[in-house]
């Protein structure tokens, strides 16, 4: 009988250890124009990869900055088609001195490998090739078909990444976008996340007089900007926490009673974040916990205010301008443009007078989510569980990944965040690492979900 691929990659452990040890010496720092030829090098070390292992039509496309890689796999007639994201660019090293090895020089110390992009992205990207690879040697084929993109910008903030989903549309169509570029739980606890909030941003100017005032001279007789401001700002929550600003909620779904299930299996102990905070209570919209207020429910909060004296001792003025930088975090439905006007609205009706106020735009990202019960979530989690031997735990994350709201808005497919790297593993900072544990199960647990999704898509 031929040979598992749970054997096969087994029996080619150590061989595949040496081989990312290779992928991981290629210093990929995006950031920097002195690394441009090594991420270069990274990429095409990716193209003479997918080729090796069979995947076809590989190329290293140029965008404006550094190159996508492009690979796939055409052949599994009647079963869906699965595109694998992934970035082989890393984050610059400094402070290099705090590194106890040396960041391009890979050690395996503990069960775990020491390298910059050994968990961000470079070894999760590598084990979609290792598994990839698995099957063609063990089954001659693949179960599902597979288009691949490596990007080497997502640490610099995909500048050319929307603008080439765009130009690829057709290349990349797929039914379903797998991303391995997040963390588990915890160790020995996998999870697959299924949502992400969006964001809108603004800043607020009021302005008053046309230069700062004596407040002895003219302090109660013109508005003064600063409380103005404060007046607006203090109009967007009621005292609990609630936002108040009309049409708000209006889009934003209660959490279902299947999600309230899946909640219970994220372990979250209120009391503990308090503690670790050092705050009296943890505060927020009442009748939630702590993860549904900042993973389910949208946010607006003051991430910046300034006006007036800010210098020691006292000056009697008063400002003439004040100013606020809000952001809101969305979820889904919510789109962020219609929430600005929202915002614009809002503080147009809550103008005090005698004031002028200016209103600019930030950054605005879509939110993101993928079905809870959709089946390629639901396939991702049964192949977690068969290899960790531990029920899966299916979250919504605070933040905002971009890339996942260009894949979106662009190629309007369920995406999967199927990651397994540990928060703990140092992204970004020096002794990023990686647990071996996770390296070898990642890559049985993706074999499994690619066998398990040509079933159930
Ligand atoms: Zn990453």
Redesign the pocket.
């Known amino acids: 009988m031929a040979q598992s691929f749970q054997q096969y990659l087994e029996t080619h452990q150590s061989e595949n250890l040496e081989q990312l040890k290779e992928f991981l010496k290629i210093p990929s720092i995006s950031a920097l124009s002195e690394n441009k030829g090594d991420v270069l090098k990274a990429a095409e070390w990716l193209r003479d990869e997918l080729t090796r292992i069979g995947l076809e039509h590989v190329q290293v496309l140029k965008t404006k900055g550094h190159p996508v890689v492009y690979g796939d796999w055409l052949h599994a007639e009647n079963k869906p088609t699965v595109l694998i994201y992934g970035?082989y660019d890393v984050q610059p090293v400094d402070p290099l001195n705090l590194w106890e090895t040396p960041p391009f020089d890979p050690e395996v110390r503990d069960g775990k490998i020491y390298a910059r992009g050994a968990s961000?992205?470079k070894g999760q990207v590598f084990m979609h090739i290792k598994a990839l690879e698995a099957l063609f040697q063990t089954d001659g084929k693949l179960p599902v078909n597979v288009k691949i993109i490596f990007e080497g910008e997502?640490?610099i903030g995909s500048p050319n990444l929307p603008i080439f989903l765009q130009s690829h549309k057709e290349m990349l169509q797929a039914d379903v976008l797998v991303i391995s570029?997040t963390d588990m739980l915890d160790k020995g606890k996998p999870s697959i996340c299924y949502g992400l909030r969006g964001l809108t941003g603004l800043q607020i100017d009021v302005k008053g007089a046309n230069s700062d005032l004596h407040s002895g001279s003219f302090g109660g007789g013109v508005q003064n900007p600063a409380h103005a401001l404060v007046e607006i700002l203090a109009s967007f929550h009621d005292s609990e926490g609630r936002i108040l600003v009309e049409g708000f909620y209006d889009k934003v779904e209660e959490i279902t009673e299947e999600e309230k299930k899946a909640i219970a299996q994220v372990p979250s102990d209120d009391e503990k974040i308090r503690q670790e905070l050092g705050v009296p209570e943890l505060f927020g919209e009442p009748g939630y916990s702590f993860y549904e207020r900042t993973s389910y429910r949208p946010t607006l909060e003051i991430n910046g205010m300034y006006s007036g004296f800010q210098g020691e001792g006292i000056k009697t003025v008063l400002p003439n301008t004040a100013t606020a930088k809000i952001t809101c975090r969305l979820v889904p439905n919510q789109d962020p443009a219609e929430i600005f006007q929202l915002l614009v609205k809002h503080i147009e009706n809550h103008k005090p007078k005698g004031v002028t106020v200016q209103i600019t735009p930030f950054d605005q990202g879509s939110p993101f989510l993928t079905p809870f019960d959709h089946p390629a979530i639901q396939s991702a989690g049964r192949a977690c569980e068969k290899v960790y031997g531990t029920k899966v735990a299916y979250t919504r994350s605070g933040g905002s990944i971009p890339i996942v709201a260009d894949f979106n808005e662009t190629l309007n497919i369920p995406v999967v965040l199927l990651g397994f790297a540990l928060a703990s593993e140092n992204?970004h900072a020096p002794n990023e690492h990686f647990h071996l544990e996770n390296f070898y199960k990642g890559m049985e647990t993706l074999c499994h979900y690619w066998y398990d999704l040509a079933e159930s898509l």
């Open positions: 970035h961000d992205d997502e640490e570029d992204f």
